[in-house]
């Protein structure tokens, strides 16, 4: 474990309380976002510069079901090294075990629901390089018999610094992967689990499911780099399975 410290200095407002201001060579510079039961921030290696991306979660919040979210999700991020997938550095912890820091691959493009906002719908052919990413990484978690469970634009990330036939677009990465779990436990599952929004049929209907759940969210996804909205919406779970079942998908003129 990295040691952690609390460094006396100025005052740094966006730490949630007893938070330390830096973590081993990692010191914490702003917040980046927040969840139910983490904190996310930016942290900078104090001897080489690098930026890094720090999750901060509240240990002590979590019940049965939140530590196996958690513990399969450090799994995967262990495990997994691929190019369209964020990369985990390291886990430290407090000494009073109040908090759990994963160390994380820092991706400047912030996330693709933020981008789809401030750009608006994208081109075919802006769709189309950030889609080969995603099938990448997700080509990549199928392969080791993972499935994510949770896809939607807010958990893909975009990380800057790519050129040549790309032209400049930043790298999508799948993040988050709380909800993923190995096909022979996911497979024929019955857990409702995802963002409704991106959530096949079969699942909002509590149906059993299986792995290629993951193509309806991707589907979904497309659809929204192409047009800023969702294919279907409602105003809950029964609207939106109704007007799943009985509406026709139309792209504005």
Same mark, same amino acid.
């Given at each position: 474990?990295?040691?952690?410290?609390?460094?006396?200095?100025?005052?740094?407002?966006?730490?949630?309380?007893?938070?330390? *201001?830096?973590?081993?060579?990692?010191?914490?510079?702003?917040?980046?976002?927040?969840?139910?039961?983490?904190?996310?921030?930016?942290?900078?290696?104090?001897?080489?510069?690098?930026?890094?991306?720090?999750?901060?979660?509240?240990?002590?919040?979590?019940?049965?079901? /939140?530590?196996?979210?958690?513990?399969?999700?450090?799994?995967?991020?262990?495990?997994?090294?691929?190019?369209?997938?964020?990369?985990?550095?390291? +886990?430290?912890?407090?000494?009073?075990?109040?908090?759990?820091?994963?160390?994380?691959?820092?991706?400047?493009?912030?996330?693709?629901?933020?981008?789809?906002?401030?750009?608006?719908?994208?081109?075919?052919?802006?769709?189309?390089?950030?889609?080969?990413?995603?099938?990448?990484?997700?080509?990549?978690?199928?392969?080791?018999?993972?499935?994510?469970?949770?896809?939607?634009?807010?958990?893909?990330?975009?990380?800057?610094?790519?050129?040549?036939? *790309?032209?400049?677009?930043?790298?999508?990465?799948?993040?988050?992967?709380?909800?993923?779990?190995? /096909?022979?436990?996911?497979?024929?599952?019955?857990?409702?689990?995802?963002?409704?929004?991106?959530?096949?049929?079969?699942?909002?209907?509590?149906?059993?499911?299986?792995?290629?759940?993951?193509?309806?969210?991707?589907?979904?996804?497309?659809?929204?780099?192409?047009?800023?909205?969702?294919?279907?919406?409602?105003?809950?779970?029964?609207?939106? +399975?109704?007007?799943?079942?009985?509406?026709?998908? *139309?792209?504005?003129?």
């Amino acid at each position: 474990a990295v040691p952690v410290r609390k460094d006396r200095g100025a005052s740094l407002s966006f730490l949630s309380t007893n938070v330390p *201001r830096q973590i081993g060579p990692y010191r914490f510079v702003r917040h980046l976002g927040s969840g139910s039961f983490a904190q996310v921030y930016g942290a900078v290696h104090d001897g080489t510069g690098e930026e890094v991306a720090v999750k901060a979660i509240a240990a002590r919040k979590l019940n049965a079901k /939140l530590r196996e979210n958690l513990e399969c999700e450090i799994k995967i991020l262990k495990d997994f090294k691929h190019e369209n997938i964020v990369g985990l550095y390291g +886990i430290d912890k407090t000494s009073s075990m109040e908090y759990i820091f994963l160390v994380m691959e820092y991706c400047d493009g912030g996330g693709l629901h933020q981008f789809l906002q401030a750009n608006g719908a994208l081109g075919e052919d802006v769709a189309r390089v950030f889609m080969n990413d995603l099938a990448r990484g997700l080509d990549f978690m199928w392969s080791k018999q993972f499935i994510h469970r949770d896809l939607k634009p807010q958990n893909l990330l975009l990380k800057n610094g790519v050129t040549g036939p *790309r032209r400049f677009l930043p790298t999508l990465k799948i993040a988050d992967f709380g909800f993923a779990r190995h /096909l022979e436990e996911a497979t024929m599952a019955e857990t409702t689990c995802g963002s409704p929004l991106y959530m096949a049929p079969e699942i909002l209907r509590l149906q059993k499911y299986g792995a290629n759940a993951d193509l309806w969210s991707v589907g979904a996804i497309m659809f929204e780099m192409l047009t800023k909205r969702p294919p279907f919406t409602g105003t809950g779970r029964r609207s939106l +399975i109704a007007n799943i079942e009985t509406k026709t998908i *139309r792209y504005p003129d």
